[in-house]
């Protein structure tokens, strides 16, 4: 906090938090530890959260390099747990005080962020904040992938790109609670080691000179799979068309590796009438009573034994090296930054 003079007999507190600014579109470099205004919830419906802990994903690598628009400077970042500090005018859903997290936070790598009030949930005494901040946005993205884009029903064999990965080891978890077999994809021997301990029934070690697609109709017996939940992308999108059964759904959910070029749609009628749809997390959120549904089946699971794997724990201040780590694959799991 600073008080600069304004005048003779006259000063205004300047209240400022520690965040993390972009300052250009472009490599971890431009992620500046810096102070910034407390954000105000001055407008209609916004909350004020105080964060303890706050959520990395690979969304905010595409923010970073600007394949999602956005003005800068700002700070970054979507997700985070912690406690309601102020309301803004309308708030009746939420009141100071509140432990609440949420995946639509108003620049999250922050010590104090704004959301809107329908976009945070209550989070229950038994789950930390670390775990809820850890859960949100790649929980609920594993939930309406598994239960709603393509709805898995036990006895389904499924393949998972990246299963050891943030969204892929909850994918895999899951999944495997519904009864489905996962055949996971991921590139090393601790993340196999992460795959099968999630449930994954199959373990495709991808890379140089691995035909996955093959891989996966011989673990079919030559039939495919009904559904590819892919987020790698550009690396992986040929093999998981070419793992799908007749009538498949290919879920293009990320682009890990880099986006999918153009597409043409006559190439789902040759390879077997087959769906293709890139869905995205806010468009299953989209009403409060959605994501409270989802958030109440998350934290469900969690108590029921859902394993949040954190790999690793980074100061605020070193968001960068977090965001290099995720993107140079080194990482299993969640990365949280701790302000
Ligand atoms: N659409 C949505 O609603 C939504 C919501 C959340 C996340 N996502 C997407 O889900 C995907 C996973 O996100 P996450 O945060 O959980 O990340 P993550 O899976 O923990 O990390 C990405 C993983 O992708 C794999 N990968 C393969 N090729 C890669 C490459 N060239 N560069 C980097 N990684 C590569 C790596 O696993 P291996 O080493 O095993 O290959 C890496 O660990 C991302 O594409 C993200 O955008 C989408």
């Known amino acids: 906090m600073s008080t600069p003079p304004r005048g003779p007999g006259e000063c205004a507190i300047l209240l400022v938090v520690d965040a993390i600014v972009l300052k250009a579109f472009g490599g971890p470099e431009n992620l500046v530890f810096e102070d910034v205004p407390e954000p105000v919830p001055g407008e209609e419906g916004q909350v004020l959260v105080e964060l303890s802990a706050i959520g990395v994903n690979f969304i905010d690598i595409y923010h970073r390099i600007g394949r999602y628009p956005g003005p800068l400077p700002r700070v970054i970042g979507a997700e985070g747990a912690g406690r309601v500090v102020a309301v803004g005018p309308g708030v009746q859903s939420v009141r100071v005080g ?16 704004l959301a809107p009030a329908d976009k945070v949930v209550p989070v229950p005494e038994s789950v930390s904040d670390e775990i809820a901040a850890a859960a949100m ?26 299963a050891a990965g943030g969204v892929g080891l909850l994918l895999t978890q899951i999944a495997t609670r519904l009864g489905a077999r996962v055949i996971a994809t991921v590139s090393t021997e601790e993340k196999e080691r992460l795959a099968r301990g999630a449930g994954a029934a199959e373990v495709i070690r991808y890379g140089e000179g ?49 986006p999918v070029p153009p597409f043409d749609p006559q190439r789902l009628n040759t390879a077997g009438s087959l769906y293709l749809t890139r869905p995205t997390l806010a468009h299953y959120i989209a009403t409060p009573e959605e994501l409270r549904r989802r958030a109440d089946d998350l934290f469900r699971f969690i108590a029921d034994g859902l394993d949040v794997h954190i790999h690793h724990r980074y100061p605020l201040a070193e968001a960068a090296r977090a965001q290099s780590d995720l993107e140079s694959r080194r990482t299993t799991g969640k990365l949280l930054l701790i302000p």
């Open 98 to 113: 509140d432990r609440v997290a949420s995946a639509s936070m108003e620049g999250a790598y922050a010590k104090r962020a």
């Open 137 to 162: 946005l790649q929980g609920l993205t594993a939930h309406y992938l598994l239960f709603d884009t393509y709805p898995v029903r036990p006895g389904d064999t499924i393949l998972v790109h990246a």
């Open 210 to 258: 691995v035909d996955v697609a093959a891989e996966v109709r011989r673990l079919t017996d030559g039939a495919g799979v009904p559904v590819v939940y892919d987020g790698v992308g550009a690396a992986t999108f040929e093999a998981s068309l070419a793992s799908l059964r007749p009538r498949g759904m290919l879920v293009l959910f990320g682009a890990a590796s880099g």
